[in-house]
């Protein structure tokens, strides 16, 4: 984008973000000072600036900072209880996330010899052939705060991803906490006794808002009461039924609908970087700025605003859905990028959990700077039941499938 920087944007400032930045700029510009300041100062109006600052508080304008952010406080005592409780509950690692080669009992493939990581940092799940995903920790991040909880029975099936806020606490054990229930409201709630496909949508949209609640629920029960950063995660959701997805979201966690007839980034991000994009500077400039992932919206004890987007579409041909956090986006954000990274991850294979593991090793090869999550579903085709028979609810408890050795238990 040319010319000048649009103004901060007002309807979207945030109260929160993925990394919590401790400067939020106002709206509007204050006019500038008689004397020039001591030390560094905006360049647009004359204010004294943070020299750790992105943006000057007074007007929002661009900054360089001259000194790096003081550097988080580590915990005196290591992981917390929750945290070490969550490992507890996690199965041992079965395949290795480089080769996909046997883990042996001692933690190194029998294939390349690489060192697995541990259970959390690294796990799948395939609740059907048509579907399938993988969750990781990345290269750079110390543990994954990434979650993924997957259903499927039929032509239905149930895709949650949640992407834990870094820089509060315990946010692992929200994010997980968080998509398994939503993933379980999900399958227990549907649209049984209503006539109509509008009213079914209609039905299925409420089950996700319901969904939505009941997963911050789950963030705030995994959060102590007197905590002075509430853990906090993104969410994102998928319901397939037949040849209709629905979808929600809150935060920047994102679904995709990738068909040959259609390549479409179905959720919008609650996020500056979405702000900006409103006030119509390019996507990719949006999402190269400093703070572009402060996000907006999010699930927590703190959170102000727990209700997502939802949104229904009729899937127009063969194709993959994709649920995935900003670790795999961050890399290939447009569709069309991303249906390119898929393609050529199918190469040879048409299994979900393959493809996505290919996905993940790809990210990692790009910096691997954050978590990454992907969970796949090939659409528009027959799976269990015929596509496009009406479905008249998501009433059947999860089965013993989906608890593949490799997915926590």
């Known amino acids: ?48 600036t943070d020299p750790t600052a992105w943006f000057c508080e007074a007007c929002g304008h661009p900054l360089v900072p001259t000194a790096p952010a003081p ?51 690294h796990f799948s799940s395939a609740p059907a052939p048509w579907v399938g995903g993988v ?24 895709l949650v991803v949640c992407d834990g806020v870094s820089t509060s606490i315990d946010s692992d054990v929200a994010a997980l906490a968080a998509a398994e229930k939503a993933r379980d409201v999900l399958v227990s709630l549907g649209s049984d006794g209503v006539a109509g496909a509008e009213s079914r949508d209609a039905a299925i949209a409420r089950a996700l808002v319901t969904a939505t609640a009941e997963a911050n629920q789950a963030v705030v ?30 935060g920047d966690s994102r679904v995709y609908l990738l068909c040959e007839a259609e390549r479409t980034l179905l959720s919008e991000d609650d996020s500056l970087a979405q702000a900006f994009i409103a006030e119509g500077m ?67 294979t048409s299994e979900p959990v393959e493809i996505a593991r290919r996905l993940v090793v790809w990210a990692n090869e790009q910096g691997g700077h954050d978590n990454i999550t992907v969970a796949l579903a090939r659409v528009g085709e027959a799976t269990g039941n015929a596509a496009g028979n009406v479905v008249a609810s998501l009433v059947t408890a999860p089965s013993d499938q989906e608890k593949e050795s490799a997915e926590h238990g």
């Open 1 to 48: 984008m040319t010319g000048e920087w649009p103004l901060w944007p007002e309807a979207a400032e945030p109260t929160g973000t993925e990394d919590r930045p401790g400067q939020q700029p106002p709206a509007a510009a204050q006019p500038a000072p008689q004397a020039p300041p001591e030390g560094p100062s905006c360049p647009n109006c004359g204010r004294a």
């Open 71 to 121: 550097a988080p406080a580590p915990a005196a005592d290591g992981p917390s209880t929750q945290t070490r409780r969550l490992g507890v509950r996690v199965s041992q690692l079965a395949d290795c996330p480089s080769c996909g080669g046997t883990v042996g009992a001692d933690g190194y493939c029998q294939t390349c010899g690489a060192k697995a990581p541990g259970p959390r940092d």
């Open 135 to 158: 969750c990781d920790k990345g290269r750079q991040h110390h543990r994954n705060e990434d979650a993924m909880a997957l259903w499927a029975e039929g032509d239905r099936a149930v």
């Open 221 to 250: 029960a995994t959060t102590a009461p007197d905590s002075t950063n509430a853990a906090s995660a993104t969410f994102a959701a998928a319901v397939v039924i037949g040849d209709r997805v629905h979808f929600a979201n809150l």
């Open 282 to 348: 390019p996507r990719a400039e949006a999402e190269a700025l400093p703070r572009a992932h402060a996000i907006t919206k999010w699930l927590g004890r703190d959170a102000v605003d727990t209700v997502p987007r939802t949104g229904v579409r009729q899937v127009p041909g063969p194709g993959w859905l994709v649920v995935c956090s900003d670790g795999l986006w961050n890399y290939a954000s447009p569709p069309e990028e991303l249906a390119a990274r898929v393609a050529a991850a199918a190469t040879g």
